[in-house]
């Protein structure tokens, strides 16, 4: 899944940088899951885009594989002059455990 949603943000967004993290093993999901997916991407397309047309512009992007298994991804889309060009930190929220949590 990995290679398919790398190349939907290409095709789509033209990214000069895309950090792309599996956090499927944090969740309570199969081992080997491709379920939850931490995302960086930094494109021109971003740019004089709120956040909201960011997001849209990935998820279009991205429909199929939506559609198709991921069930949560965190993202953070930046414009090229936001991004100093070292590595961000996206951290996702911490997994609430869904039916592990005993509930």
């Known amino acids: 899944m990995e290679i398919r949603i790398r190349s939907r943000l290409d095709e789509a967004l033209k990214p000069v940088h895309v950090q792309l993290v599996n956090e ?17 991407v930094v494109s021109a397309a971003f740019e004089g ?4 047309q ?10 199929d594989e939506l559609r198709a298994g991921i069930h949560a991804l965190t993202m953070k889309t930046l414009a090229p002059d936001e991004w100093d060009g070292s590595g ?9 455990g869904g039916s592990a949590t005993g509930r």
């Open 88 to 96: 961000v930190d996206n951290i996702a929220p911490p997994c609430l």
């Open 54 to 63: 960011r997001h849209r512009a990935v998820y279009a992007a991205l429909g």
């Open 24 to 40: 499927s093993d944090n969740h309570s999901v199969a081992p080997g899951s491709e379920t939850h997916w931490n995302l960086v």
């Open 49 to 52: 885009r709120r956040l909201l």
